[in-house]
């Protein structure tokens, strides 16, 4: 028997929905944008990518104020209970800022703000030690100042002690380092003072140049732990011993000379995850791969992910004063300090755990300390405490953040995408812009959503289910809906403008028709 004729029927194009992470994976300008990792960004401004999500950075509030001229030094002094005092230093004047406000009374006048600092003992007294190549070096303890010479107590002998420019401690001896020489100069062991024996580099140092720093590095070298002093040069050396004496022989044994990349300035290292990181022109590198390599590898670099950026930077401004590496360890970040023109700068921001970057902006800040834990920076008249509080001294923080481009897995077939929602959890009213672009085109943000919580209620009076809790973080799931996009590849976009709230975002979702291959 014959079967009936069967016609095909119309088929209804099916919606797709598509979820993919919130860029926890940072901000990337090394990879193609056709072939970024779904959870990293190709924007992330004023976020901080957490291990959980990505966090609208915290604000900044005045601290100290009436500064005369630009703040370039700030110094923590620790004595020997573990209470700190700050100093703040201008081109002209020391000030004691450790209780904030104004800062009317000067300690000291200078005739150059850039100060390296340190704290050392000398079984006596605890001591903050200042050095800038030009004044007296500047000694505290706890209750006066000293501006060393040869003659006062404590006393510099042996060195000229207005060309000392920075110092170190290394095995309880103190190291000096001549201003634009290859020479370092140390004490004997315990004292802040005293006569200093000079060792020249210079017949280790094959590009020349001149010491730019010193610093201890402790690393575990696979049969335990090493202690050891690095000596950087301004061209890019790192001339490293190990021992306790420098006069002895026996006691004091060069490892080498590695390259690691010319140093971006006096402040461009610091102890990370039991290595030395330092900021080159080449990138940021830590040291114990300069000294298992003969040439540096790129992808060895903690700032890898954003070389391209910080390359780009580091040619254009590597001359400029303001370069500084700051950890933070209370927020599980390193700031680093990127002084992108004469009167403005960036922060490229790094997740010590993830490694995920981003950048911040709208922060002036020519230098950065720490004091009882908290951050802060210098910048002109004034000092700031910063990632504080939800607003930058009462305006809004503007956050923007874009997504990787996504191609959903067919990268040939042309898609109608027809909405989009990053998820987002708040603690407040809040108005927000999103979008999306297709096919790497940069457009201007469309869509507005605003979102008022409902009124908290007191524990026992709500019901279960419906109640909203004061203080509680409420998920916003509101889609928007853009022009229909027709394309192939996507990238979600954010901007966020708020002075009052904390903002999460977690998710990012989509919802598209897909089309014809090689429509």
């Known amino acids: 028997m014959r079967a009936p004729l069967r016609t095909k029927g119309y088929q209804r194009q099916v919606s797709i929905p598509q979820s993919l992470p919130a860029p926890i994976g940072g901000w990337n300008t090394r990879d193609s944008v056709a072939a970024m990792p779904p959870e990293d960004a190709v924007k992330l401004d004023n976020f901080f990518c957490t291990t959980e999500d990505v966090e609208i950075r915290g604000g900044q509030s005045d601290y100290a104020t009436t500064i005369t001229g630009t703040v370039e030094t700030l110094a923590t002094y620790t004595g020997l ?24 009374a000067e300690v000291l006048t200078v005739t150059d703000g850039k100060f390296q600092y340190l704290n050392m003992g000398d079984g006596t007294s605890e001591w903050l030690l200042m050095f800038n190549g030009v004044d007296a070096p500047k000694y505290y303890n706890g209750t006066a100042w000293t501006q060393v010479t040869g003659a006062t107590s404590p006393a510099l002998t042996g060195v000229t002690p207005t060309t000392v ?23 004997p062991a315990g004292v802040v003072g005293g006569l200093a024996v ?35 040069t301004s061209e890019g050396q790192a001339i490293i011993y190990k ?4 006069a002895s022989a026996s006691a ?19 102890q990370y995850a039991g290595d030395l990181l330092v ?3 080449e990138g940021i590198f830590p040291m114990s791969e300069g000294i298992r390599k003969a040439t540096i590898n790129d992808r060895v670099a903690v700032s890898d992910k954003i070389k391209k950026t910080f390359n780009t930077a580091a040619r254009d401004y590597g001359g400029s ?14 700031i680093f300090n990127i002084p992108v023109s004469p009167t403005g700068q960036h922060q490229y921001v790094m997740n010590t755990i993830t490694q995920a970057w981003s950048r911040f902006m709208a922060w002036p800040a020519q230098c950065w300390g720490m004091y009882n834990d908290e951050i802060y920076y210098g910048l002109s008249t004034a000092v700031q405490k910063a990632w504080t509080g939800r607003s930058d001294d009462g305006e809004n923080i503007v956050a923007e953040g874009q997504t990787a481009w996504t191609n959903f897995g067919a990268s040939t077939q042309s898609k109608d995408m027809k909405m989009f929602r990053p998820m987002v959890q708040t603690n407040g009213s809040i108005d927000y812009l999103t979008d999306i672009d297709v096919d790497f085109r940069n457009t201007p943000i469309t869509g507005v959503v605003s979102f008022t919580p409902e009124v908290g209620g007191a524990w ?8 909203t809790w004061s203080g509680s973080l409420d998920t916003i799931l509101k889609w928007t809906s853009p022009d229909t996009y027709t394309g192939y590849y996507f990238s979600g976009k954010l901007k966020v403008e708020t002075k009052t709230v904390d903002l999460h975002w977690l998710a990012s979702d989509y919802v598209y028709e897909t089309g014809g291959i090689l429509s």
């Open 165 to 187: 420019i920075t110092a170190c401690t290394y095995h309880g001896r103190l190291f000096l380092i001549q201003k634009d020489t290859l020479t370092f100069w140390y004490l």
């Open 243 to 246: 021992g306790t004496d420098p």
């Open 81 to 104: 209970d573990g209470t700190e005092q700050f100093f703040a230093v201008s081109d002209t004047d020391v000030y004691d800022i450790s209780s904030g406000g104004v800062a009317s």
């Open 279 to 281: 900021n080159t022109q």
């Open 198 to 232: 000079a060792f020249d580099l210079s017949p280790f140092a094959s590009l020349g140049g001149y010491i730019e720093w010193a610093a201890t590095w402790t690393f575990d070298a696979g049969d335990g732990i090493d202690d050891m002093i690095v000596f950087m």
């Open 252 to 270: 004091w044994l060069r490892i080498g000379t590695y390259f690691l990349g010319k140093p971006l300035g006096r402040r461009s290292y610091t």
């Open 460 to 467: 026992g009076t709500g019901l279960w289910g419906t109640a």
């Open 321 to 334: 004063f303001g370069w500084q590496i700051q950890h933070y360890p209370l927020k599980n970040a390193i």
